[in-house]
């Protein structure tokens, strides 16, 4: 999977629960989930349970400590998907 | 230093599913989840430790300055009113109010008194709310500390920790601010130096 299928997949995935529409059109590697989307801290756990469900891996709490924007989301899935 | 968090209890129903496979295992530990499954009502006991664990972050990220997310490993113990919130060797004393509206935690490192007051909103906007939660805030601080509002503001750290400035300089007290839906709440704390000095009447 190439990056801008990655970033299209996890756009899709984000778009329920993000609170700033304008940071969201314009999302993108640099995008923070808290800081730019405002997505609400609770919801970092659906983002994760359905990002588990969508490349079919699974996240241990280590994988979620840094998963706090598109970046580091993008390599853990990377890593779970070539390991 | 305070940490405090609130949770809209409408807000918390319609945002997350807390019944969705696999999420309370995500959050809680075998004890909290056990805290859940005998609780009256699991769905309060879900959010009131949630707001615990958020609150003890905000406390744990002041004293060392970080940002990172799990939620799980700061584990939550509970009685009747209050808990405590362990992180690694970090511990801390957390005072939850629960509403018919809203639960709000508040986190020390010592036992001591809620400080946080709850802001009740006509409309849930989180733009909106997150900047009328920092003006009543700035306009308490400048009524306590007799400074004029145009020259406080607040400012966040690369970790996301908020901090007061009076013009250029970093004002000593510390502050937790936090909204959901249709709520805020926010919190001031002085170091000692802070407080007013007493006034002694010699006869």
Not at chain 1, 35 to 40: C, F, G, S
Not at chain 1, 42 to 47: K, M
Request: aromatic fraction near 10%; charged fraction near 25%.
């Amino acid at each position: 999977m190439t990056n801008e299928e990655l970033i299209v997949k996890l756009k899709a995935i984000v778009a329920p629960y993000i609170q700033d529409e304008a940071a969201f059109k314009t999302l993108n590697e640099d995008t923070d989930f808290v800081k730019d989307l405002k997505v609400n801290s609770a919801n970092l756990v659906d983002i994760i349970l359905d990002i588990e469900d969508e490349f079919d891996i699974r996240l241990e709490n280590e994988d979620m400590e840094q998963m706090l924007d598109v970046k580091s989301a993008m390599a853990i899935v990377t890593s779970k998907l070539n390991a | 230093m305070v940490g405090n968090d609130i949770v809209d209890i409408v807000e918390a129903k319609k945002q997350s599913n807390w019944q969705r496979p696999g999420f309370l295992d995500k959050i809680f530990t075998a004890k909290e989840q056990q805290y859940i499954s005998k609780a009256t009502n699991p769905f309060i006991m879900v959010w009131r430790l949630w707001s615990m664990k958020e609150a003890a972050y905000k406390l744990y990220t002041q004293l060392y300055p970080s940002r990172f997310y799990n939620p799980k490993a700061f584990k939550c113990s509970v009685n009747t009113l209050n808990g405590k919130v362990k992180y690694k060797d970090f511990e801390c004393y957390v005072n939850t109010k629960i509403t018919l509206l809203y639960i709000l935690s508040e986190a020390h490192l010592d036992k001591t008194d809620m400080i946080s007051e709850a802001v009740i909103f006509n409309k849930n906007d989180y733009k909106t709310l997150s900047k009328i939660t920092k003006e009543i805030l700035l306009n308490k601080i400048s009524d306590r500390y007799t400074i004029p509002k145009s020259q406080l503001r607040i400012s966040k750290s690369e970790f996301g920790i908020p901090s007061v400035y009076v013009n250029l300089e970093e004002l000593n007290i510390d502050i937790s601010i936090s909204h959901h839906g249709n709520y805020g709440a926010y919190a001031v704390s002085d170091p000692a130096r802070f407080q007013k000095p007493c006034r002694y009447t010699i006869a």
